[in-house]
């Protein structure tokens, strides 16, 4: 980087000097912290430099599933843990098929007439 651009440097309080026909930093400098916004002098001091220290993510504040909302600790599942679930559900397989045996047998169960028989409408009307 030429001498021409020490006053970007000036600009962002950083020290530096003029040696060999380019500029020098004199001392470390914290540019930028972890949590804070990073200023368009500093991403471009940064980009200048070929400095990327960006990390970008998401974070997970509420989830909310079928009407519920849960803390995100909630996805903090180890293997270990889900290893233990299986393993429990294996050693007591009868547990699943009592869960699903509500929905196994609404799907069984017939759907209701859509209409009375005649004859049980005629009776009611004679009464």
Do not use: C, R, W
Not at 31 to 43: F, M, Q, R, Y
Not at 53 to 78: C, K, M, Q, R
């Amino acid at each position: 980087m030429g001498p021409e651009k020490t006053s970007f440097f000036q600009a962002l309080n950083i020290p530096t000097k003029i040696a060999k026909g380019s500029i020098e930093i004199v001392s470390n400098v914290h540019l930028i912290h972890k949590d804070t916004k990073v200023g368009a002098s500093e991403a471009t001091l940064l980009q200048m430099l070929g400095v990327k220290p960006f990390h970008y993510g998401l974070v997970v504040e509420n989830i909310y599933d079928n009407g519920s909302v849960f803390a995100p600790e909630i996805l903090d599942i180890t293997d270990d843990q889900l290893i233990g679930k299986f393993k429990a559900f294996l050693a007591d397989p009868s547990a699943f098929a009592v869960a699903a045996a509500p929905a196994a047998a609404a799907a069984e169960e017939p759907a209701a007439p859509a209409k009375k028989e005649e004859s049980e409408e005629e009776e009611s009307d004679d009464d």
